[in-house]
Nanobody, 123 residues
Framework: QVQLVESGGGLVQAGGPLRLSCAAS????????TAWFRQGPGKVREFVAA????????YYADSVKGRFTISRDSAKNTVYLQMNTLKPEDTAVYYC????????????????WGQGTQVTVSS
């Protein structure tokens, strides 16, 4: 069993940075891939970024590539999403997710979900 708790969301002006954290519990988490999804108002849930269990491999949605960075600190069982140059269209609830397999971009492929954290970018 893996439990995920996101934090770090809030209100930020366009162009600013924000860092989200995802604290995980469960002895299996260290071997799990982790990702971030988001769901904006009136939008479907979409993939943002993913990182493999070792942290050596990552991939991103085209919409955030070059602006967002996903990383993990295995000693702290925590995954981060550093978001720079934020845009109003980045406004969404951001979810941390985990799964045994790496490489998924579809929400149903992930077994474990956090409760989400709200990010609002003002113009």
């Amino acid at each position: 069993q893996v439990q995920l708790v996101e934090s770090g969301g809030g209100l930020v002006q366009a162009g600013g940075p924000l860092r989200l954290s995802c604290a995980a519990s469960g002895r299996l988490f260290a071997s799990y891939a982790t990702a971030w999804f988001r769901q904006g108002p009136g939008k479907v849930r979409e993939f943002v970024a993913a990182i493999n269990w070792s942290g050596r491999s990552t991939y991103y949605a085209d919409s955030v590539k070059g602006r967002f960075t996903i990383s993990r600190d295995s000693a702290k069982n925590t995954v981060y999403l550093q978001m720079n140059t934020l845009k109003p269209e980045d406004t969404a609830v951001y979810y941390c997710v985990a799964d045994r397999a790496y490489g998924h971009k579809r929400a149903p492929d992930y077994d474990y979900w956090g409760q989400g954290t709200q990010v609002t970018v003002s113009s």
